[in-house]
């Protein structure tokens, strides 16, 4: 089956530090999604891309659709305490009725 | 802002016991999922349902049953729950369209321990 590997499994930051993760899958996709998930909560979205190449901020976040289709990056700059939880990648490739496949997460811990 | 609904939000069986997770979501959304997260491993499908009246199994559905209720409503049954089965449940939606694979909203999740 799909698999997503995502990377780093775990980031501690200094408060201010720019942060990266990626996630690379063994098959293309059509759509690649990033969640943020805190504590005691569900996985909300923070962005969607759906097209290779493309490049899309939310803030202080960026995320990019790779130019392969099998890989996605996330990029947040000047963390804040905030910014803490888990983030995962999805990715997609059936349209309509979809088969999201996640990646294990990167957990961001942030030192005030 | 409801969103999407999950109950009960943490609940303890014991091996062999059965139990219903609720779901409902208020967005007239085509597409209901059932996830179950474990430690290290991510989110894993266990059920999805495209649309009103049909289901199909996911990555996980061994040891569990869902019913598409109508289009708001989609449950997920644990028939004779197992120690493997402690994990958190996570109900979500989707708006399905033909063209783009659109993004899936989860509720708050539901803490099972089977003991």
């Known amino acids: 089956g799909q698999q997503l590997n995502q990377s780093p499994q775990s980031m501690f930051i200094q408060e201010g530090e720019d942060v990266s993760m990626n996630c690379t899958s063994s098959?293309?996709?059509?759509?690649w999604l990033w969640y943020k998930q805190e504590p005691g909560e569900g996985p909300v979205l923070l962005i969607a891309?759906?097209?290779?190449?493309e490049l899309t901020s939310n803030g202080r976040l960026t995320a990019q659709f790779g130019i392969t289709r099998k890989d996605s990056f996330l990029n947040i700059s000047a963390s804040i305490p905030s910014d803490v939880g888990i983030y995962f990648c999805a990715g997609a490739l059936i349209q309509g009725a979809q088969k999201l496949v996640f990646g294990q997460g990167t957990r961001l811990t942030i030192n005030p | 802002n409801a969103g999407v609904t999950q109950t009960p939000k943490f609940q303890v069986l014991k091996t062999g016991q059965s139990m219903t997770l609720q779901c409902a979501q208020d967005?007239?959304?085509?597409?209901m999922y059932w996830y179950r997260q474990d430690p290290g491993m991510g989110l894993r499908l266990i059920y999805y349902?495209?649309?009103?009246?049909?289901?199909d199994k996911g990555e996980v559905p061994n040891g569990y049953n869902v019913s598409r209720l109508n289009k708001r409503e989609f449950s997920l049954r644990l028939e004779s729950a197992a120690p493997s089965q402690t994990s958190v449940y996570f109900c979500?939606?989707?708006?399905?369209?033909?063209?783009?694979?659109?993004?899936?909203?989860f509720g708050e999740g539901s803490w099972l321990t089977v003991v």
């Open positions: 979500a939606s989707s708006l399905r369209t033909g063209t783009f694979v659109n993004t899936i909203y």
């Open positions: 349902s495209a649309s009103e009246g049909t289901t």
């Open positions: 891309l759906y097209k290779a190449g």
């Open positions: 098959s293309i996709f059509n759509t």
């Open positions: 967005m007239n959304h085509n597409s």
